[in-house]
């Protein structure tokens, strides 16, 4: 069951994704050929006018085939190579903003159900690093070191970045600000100031609204984050995720909110939603060959020139570019496995 309901969350991501592709391309009167859930050898499918819609083996992925997509096809005015730049980018970046669509529903349903916290300050620990430093309750919290913060999440995890190192507060009181210094303190594998947050009006539908965005610009961050510490060479081997990671930490969190009932079951996986539908978002328009980014860095190219870059030359990036995606994949599964089993 824990497989099944992790594939199933895989399936929802690359449907909604390859969905948006699909709606606009039909909207801008593009031949979509393929509509396909999964990888690999097909398993069922079905057509309906010009377009076949399939399942396929490998559950990771899928695609939306259109007709022009890779080569001009000059006489036919539904290839997607016939249609104007600024429809091609809306086609391009629709499944990223599609992604970011579902977290958003699903960070909203989340917080509707459990609310969520803000950034000011409900109690102090007394004894605590913070209280030391002197905050107070209703102290609103604006910035860690020189981060902005925007949800309570943020502190949490730029506390920890610090790794019990000294850091800068800044808060709000009375509607002036204020910077102390704070050494956190660790407990149980975690370092913390001593604070415990206020809880937003979860009756209010604004405001689930306003904290389900919150929630989603902090996954979105984090994938920023993350890909700083990448670059900076802050992460090993250990750190690196893939399919088969993603799933046994699905299946863990599925074992253990089994525990507290379906409410929980359904809160759990939707944290995953939210985690995964953000990350899928941003990583696909990173302007990368192989990905929706680095077609759209091609198109952006095309608009600013006035005219497209040669079809051959941008067939070839994004051949190579595929190929190194095949490879990380590889590595990718080959570290999953050394690391989960």
Not at 28 to 33: H, K, S
Not at 99 to 104: D, P, Q, R, S
Not at 301 to 315: C, D, T, V, W, Y
Request: proline letters at 3%; hydrophobic letters at 45%.
């Amino acid at each position: 069951m824990n497989i099944v309901v992790a594939i199933l969350i895989f399936g929802l991501l690359v449907l909604v994704h390859e969905l948006g592709h699909f709606l606009a391309a039909r909207k801008n009167g593009i031949l979509v050929e393929e509509f396909a859930i999964g990888m690999g050898p097909k398993l069922a499918g079905i057509k309906r006018g010009d377009t076949l819609y399939s399942i396929r083996l490998l559950p990771f992925g899928g695609y939306c085939k259109m007709l022009g997509e890779d080569e001009a096809v000059e006489d036919d005015p539904r290839a997607f190579s016939n249609k104007s730049v600024g429809a091609r980018i809306v086609v391009v970046v629709a499944g990223a903003a599609f992604n970011i669509i579902l977290a958003f529903i699903f960070a909203c349903i989340i917080v509707g159900n459990m609310g969520d916290y803000t950034t000011t300050v409900d109690k102090v620990t007394e004894g605590s690093p913070a209280y030391e430093a002197g905050l107070k309750p209703g102290d609103k919290i604006v910035k860690v070191d020189n981060h902005n913060i925007v949800s309570y999440d943020e502190i949490g995890l730029y506390i920890n970045l610090k790794k019990g190192e000294d850091l800068d507060i800044t808060y709000k009181r009375d509607g002036k600000s204020y910077v102390v210094n704070i050494q956190p303190i660790e407990q149980d594998g975690r370092h913390l100031i001593g604070i415990s947050p206020t809880k937003m009006n979860q009756g209010n539908i604004l405001q689930i609204i306003k904290y389900g965005f919150i929630k989603v610009v902090f996954w979105i961050k984090t994938v920023f984050i993350s890909l700083g510490m990448i670059f900076r060479g802050e992460v090993t081997r250990q750190d690196f995720g893939g399919p088969v990671r993603i799933i046994s930490e699905i299946s863990k969190g599925y074992t253990e909110s089994v525990k507290y009932g379906i409410k929980q079951v359904f809160m759990t996986i939707s944290s995953y939603i939210v985690l995964l539908s953000a990350n899928l978002g941003v990583m696909n328009l990173l302007p990368l060959p192989a990905l929706d980014g680095g077609r759209l860095v091609f198109l952006l190219i095309e608009a600013i020139r006035k005219k497209p870059i040669n079809r051959e030359k941008e067939a070839y990036v994004n051949f190579i570019g595929f190929v190194l995606l095949m490879v990380l994949m590889v590595f990718m599964l080959f570290n999953d496995f050394s690391n989960v089993f």
